[in-house]
């Protein structure tokens, strides 16, 4: 184990010692992985080794890459080269967003080009052309008239106004291990501080000051100035410090300063919180309180990428930017999410959680585990996952405590899990699947058990559980809840809240239900989600209450305007605090009680950017909520959340026409000119200059739009044939259940060509009257010619024209019958053609029209469409048995019946093949479309058709259903094969019966 290690896990076990001495229950240790983003390589396609990362007032993140100078705005990654083409070494922004770079022999400031594309102009021609050494510039600070950049030479001073480059005199030091990867300098608030041959200085009135009390035999590793005015400096040969302006220096007795001596720190930077953020070569990111203690350790093993730290800066959200040997990273600051995944030792996809005996007890598909703090001999997590020994229940869906016995129901049955820590499965329920799992409230022995299969119960007798079996009751029940002793409510899957009356029963006996009444069974799947009114449930996205006067469920009027807006699935509400309600859609919302309007709800999205797009599972346990998905375990700590602070004018960062960049980001021109040729294409890209969350962007373009699009992840937008005006490009940006940030606004003009000037237009227009005029002219003298001749032609035609006419008319009265003939025939024939000839039902070509049809309004309305695939069982059979006489009879009346039973107008059956029918069902989902199949199977059945060819004696029908949302891409024959690989299956399990694929 290394030095750095063995350190570490001292503070642990230090922090585990007090914690107990201290009769402390705190489960601090339960505090998992920070939300860490990464960048590398293959997102900014530049080199992985990176100098410095900063984040700049406008909100551009730039870091500096061996490659040159890298920009982020939150949508895409851009590389500025450096004039020398060198690595960008240094950065430094100042209060007006303005950028210098350092680097080899060469320092520059960022600056718009004459089209608004950032560039790098380099300074070193204002420097005296006599001073032949620059040096690496390893560090760049701003000042009030312009930035300092210091070298392993000199410490140039760069004057924004009048743009010129002085040499400070000031000494730096002589030691070569500074040369390069140390820089000298630190920043101190808004000053700068400089370790030189003269000792520690300090930039002040234009100049840099010896800095009083500072000891000269103490050279700082790193030095930064705290809320209170005080600097918590390090030396390798002194430890760690504590210098107050006229005091001087003190020595901090700390175990800090021989962690950091091993760790080799690089640079250190303040929090806002007072805490301070030491970043190190071979040990990752130190988190230290005001006096110098290690609160926290971020590496590798938390989410770093690398643990050689080669910058920290702060953002404009108080999240840390990271830059490392091998990437760059964002670290969230706060601890109140965390989480857990494979790195924990948790495994597959978390279903439920409970504690038990103090422990949290995860339940995943592959398992039960126990989430238990890291043994001090280790390093990593605080916690990690442990199975249960001899778990048998696989996936685990629901966990109780009854009796300090701990019950696991899953897959395979119910395991009981009692202080020794063994898992036990309890007889009867092999092959049983369970869902529920509900203690009854009045008899403390008594367990109600949900299955797949149905419900049950389990009651204690001695030492053991013993299983009732399958009640007579529903399938598929997922929770129970009991407000009295004599009335029992279920959930279930496909029949709607049932209620039961408990009858008396003997001592001894398994109680006995009487079915009250079921209730919202049209509503697909249900969830009991409370008791404080009665019942309450969740089914189609939607919270209902039972109301006692009515006896029915009605929907809650407190959160059904709350929840309007909130477009997710979930189907599980948990309690927060201050009678907040939280939702499990993806991410997780809060409705939460509103202070503006009493008695109502607020839908707020405190964890937007959680990771994962599946439903989670939800639990509240002691101030604290865990979040079960496919991407692990999240830890979430209840507590006031602060509100989000407005969001800033998004960034127009480029907009090309035709592919040619007329505008490339930086200081926005007041109104730009297009000419008219550019005016084909016009492509807008932006960026939301928000990090950490994703983003939605509206946009408009005034006078073209009447109103702002609708939200769209894009962000880019192309408008195409402007015509010559002035416009208004407008786009703002959001996160799910933020307000909208300020419109960014850019003008532009596009102006008319040559030939659509107003000059151009006069002459076109007097040139087009002295041609018209001619043309007039002309005309006349021609037809004053030609009216000679035609008066001579008139009257000989006129006699022959009103013969021809009379022809003409007796002619056309013919046509006109035989037309109506042809029609008609026409009509009969395209009937016909559409028809099949035995059963006179729809063929397959007016099938493939119809199912064509109703494929693109499935897709243009996002309504589902079903298909069903009927097949006759053993139809070649019947023919060789009965003859194909008495075959076709069957096929008639099987035709037939499927034909009446269509309840819509817009339903189609149509024969598919010899014995085949595909049925056309349009708005139609999963669960209509089986319950059709199965009455149209069991109607068939009923038909009775004489079959002598099978045991049965009468003739059968396999079926096989599919129904979906079209998406862009598909085409209906996809839906078809799938109905027909669901009618194998059919046919291949037995016959006479539906199948879904």
């Known amino acids: 184990m290394t030095a750095c290690s063995f350190r570490r896990c001292l503070f642990w076990v230090a922090g585990i010692l007090t914690a107990v001495l201290a009769g402390a229950q705190s489960r601090d240790y339960e505090r998992g992985f920070r939300l860490i983003d990464t960048f590398g390589s293959e997102d900014f396609d530049a080199a992985s080794q990176n100098w410095q990362v900063i984040e700049t007032e406008p909100g551009l993140v730039y870091a500096g890459n061996l490659h040159g100078l ?116 630190f920043q101190l608030g808004a000053g700068v501080a400089l370790w030189t041959s003269r000792g520690l200085v300090q930039w002040t009135d234009g100049e840099f000051a010896p800095v009083e009390e500072w000891d000269p035999r103490v050279d700082p590793d790193f030095v930064v100035e705290r809320p209170d005015g005080s600097w918590l400096a390090y030396s390798a040969d002194a430890g760690l410090l504590r210098f107050v302006p006229g005091h001087g220096l003190a020595a901090l007795e700390t175990e800090t300063s021989s962690w950091l001596r091993d760790a080799a720190p690089t640079l250190a930077v303040a929090l806002d919180d007072g805490r301070v953020a030491v970043g190190t070569r071979g040990a990752g990111i130190a988190i230290l309180d005001g006096d110098g203690a290690i609160l926290e350790i971020i590496d590798p093993e938390l989410g770093l990428p690398g643990t050689v730290v080669m910058n920290l800066s702060v953002g404009r959200d108080r999240a840390l930017w990271v830059a490392t040997d091998v990437g760059l990273a964002r670290v969230p600051l706060s601890n109140r999410i965390s989480y857990f995944d494979e790195r924990a030792g948790i495994q597959g996809h978390c279903l439920s959680f409970h504690r038990y005996r103090g422990e949290l007890y995860l339940g995943t598909m592959a398992g039960v585990f126990r989430l238990l703090a890291t043994p001090a001999s280790e390093s990593g997590a605080r916690a990690h996952a442990v199975p249960l020994s001899n778990a048998t229940t696989g996936p685990t869906f629901v966990m109780i405590t009854v009796a300090d016995e701990l019950l696991l129901g899953g897959a395979y049955g119910i395991a009981v899990v009692g202080p020794t820590g063994d898992p036990n499965l309890v007889d009867g329920l092999a092959g049983l699947r369970v869902y529920g799992l509900h203690p009854d409230r009045f008899e403390p022995d008594l367990v109600w058990v949900g299955l797949r299969e149905g419900m049950g119960v389990l009651r204690r007798e001695a030492d053991r559980w013993v299983f009732s079996g399958l009640l007579p009751g529903p399938r598929l029940v997922r929770g129970f809840a009991q407000p009295q002793a004599d009335e029992l409510w279920a959930a279930t ?19 006995r239900l009487t079915l009250v009444d079921s209730y919202l069974t049209d509503r697909g799947e249900v969830a009991i989600a409370g008791l404080e009114r009665g019942p309450r449930v969740i089914a189609a996205d939607e919270v209902w209450e039972w109301d006692e006067a009515e006896q029915g469920f009605r929907r809650e009027p407190e959160l059904l305007s709350a929840l309007a807006e909130e477009s997710a699935a979930f189907f599980r509400m948990v309690d927060g605090e201050n009678d ?91 109104q730009l000119q297009l000419p008219a040729e550019r005016r084909r294409r016009f492509r807008f890209e932006f960026a939301s200059l928000v990090y950490g969350v994703p983003s939605r962007y509206q946009y408009r373009l005034d006078p073209v739009d009447g109103d702002w699009s609708a939200w769209t992840e894009a962000s880019s937008v192309e408008f195409t044939n402007l015509a010559a005006d002035d416009y208004v490009f407008r786009v703002r940006s959001r996160s799910v259940g933020s307000e909208p940030s300020a419109a960014a606004r850019f003008s532009f003009v596009v102006r008319a060509p040559w030939y659509g000037t107003p000059t151009a237009w006069l002459a076109f227009s007097a040139v087009a009257w002295l041609l018209l005029a001619l043309v007039v002219r002309l005309r006349h003298l021609a037809l004053r010619r030609r009216a000679s001749q035609l008066e001579g032609m008139v009257s000989e035609k006129t006699a022959e024209l009103a013969e021809s006419i009379e022809r003409l008319r007796l002619a056309n009265a013919t046509v006109e019958e035989k037309n109506a003939l042809l029609a008609e025939a026409n009509d009969r024939l395209r009937n016909l053609s559409r028809q099949d000839g035995l059963t006179g039902i729809a063929n397959r070509r007016r099938l493939e029209e119809v199912l064509e049809s109703e494929w693109n309004r499935a897709i243009r309305s996002r309504q589902p469409l079903a298909l069903i695939l009927v097949d006759l069982d053993h139809f070649k059979r019947l023919n060789d048995s009965a003859g194909h006489q008495e075959g076709d009879v069957a096929l008639q009346r099987v035709a037939r019946f499927l034909h009446e039973n269509l309840r819509r107008t817009s339903d189609l059956v149509a024969r598919y093949g010899g014995e085949e029918f595909l049925i056309v069902l349009p708005a139609t989902d999963r669960e209509g479309a089986r319950q059709f199949a199965e009455f149209l199977r069991a109607g068939i059945e009923g038909l009775a058709l004489v079959h002598p060819g099978v045991d049965a004696g009468s003739l059968t029908a396999s079926f096989g259903v599919v129904a979906e949302v079209p998406a862009l891409g598909q085409v209906p024959t996809d839906l078809v094969q799938r109905a027909d690989r669901a009618l194998y299956r059919a046919k291949a399990a037995g016959r006479n019966r539906v199948e879904f694929d």
Do not use: C, M
């Open 70 to 185: 890298l920009e982020f705005d939150g949508e895409t990654w851009r590389l500025i080269t450096l004039p020398n083409g060198a690595a960008a070494l240094s950065l430094a922004a100042d209060d007006r967003g303005r950028l210098a770079v350092g680097s080899h022999d060469d320092f520059a400031v960022l600056e718009a080009d004459a089209s608004g594309v950032a560039r790098l102009r380099s300074l070193v021609p204002l420097i005296e052309p006599e001073l032949e050494v620059i040096g690496a510039v390893v560090a760049v600070h701003a000042v009030d008239d312009g930035f300092l950049f210091v070298s392993t030479e000199h410490v140039f001073h760069w004057l924004r106004e009048p743009d010129q480059v002085v040499v400070d005199p000031v000494g730096l030091p002589a030691d070569p291990r500074r040369r390069f990867d140390r820089p000298s300098s």
């Open 493 to 511: 899957v496909l029949e709607g809240v049932l209620r039961w009356q408990r009858e008396p029963a003997a001592p001894g006996d398994w109680p």
């Open 580 to 670: 907040d309600l939280w939702l499990n859609t993806a991410p997780p919302t809060v409705l939460s009680r509103s202070s503006v309007a009493p008695g109502s709800y607020r839908l707020e999205h405190p964890l937007v950017g959680l990771p994962g797009r599946d439903p989670p599972y939800l639990f509240r346990d002691a101030g604290t909520l865990w979040i079960g998905n496919e991407k692990g375990v999240f830890r979430y700590e209840l507590g006031s959340r602060s509100p989000q602070s407005p969001r800033t004018a998004p960034r127009i960062r480029r907009l090309t026409a035709d592919d040619q960049v007329l505008f490339g980001g930086a200081d926005v021109p007041v």
